[in-house]
């Protein structure tokens, strides 16, 4: 049975053979059996590079921290997780520039700045609900009430996710609202202010 570490754009951990295209961290939450006991171990919820430097890692291993893996980018974000500082180096100085422009009128910003606001803006409260999705940068991910189906947001078309990847285009008035936003909202901020989100390659190929 696979492992209870495949994250969904709600940040829930699930079990999947799909082990997607970024691996992440938010600190050791699971047990010596690698059974999922915490939802969080700290602030920082990070994404990583599945392969680094050719560094071999036991997954789930005793003590060590919880390895989740996500469908891609754009997943990653919705679930609260902002690029590693280590690994994706380029990715997290975009990252924070963007966010920081979106955010804080351009003023340096820290991870740990960026870290507690996400915090914040993550946490399931934090959600808001709309009846159409008009104003919503590319790459972030929606929940259509009515069903719970996810979708990702590209130009005037909406893409249904699941762990294998993303269904064909649908335009944006062929699915009925209200949905709920699940990317934070400091994050889209971010989006609107030109960070790039990295998609799994079937969004091509579905549209």
Known sequence: MPLQNRINPEGEFCRSSARGLLMGNRGCLHNEAREIISRSKRDAWVTCLIEFKNIKRKVMDA????????LDEATALAAGHRPCATCRRDRYDAFLAAWSAGNRNGEKVLAGDVDRQMKLDRAPRARVETPSIKGLPDGVIVKQTSTGNWYLVRGNSLF??????????????????PFVVLTPACTIKALQRGYSVQVHPSLTSGA
């Open 160 to 177: 249904q996710w699941s762990f294998d990847g993303y269904g064909h285009a649908q335009p944006v008035s062929a699915v009925a609202g």
């Open 63 to 70: 003590g060590n921290y919880t390895e989740l893996f996500f």
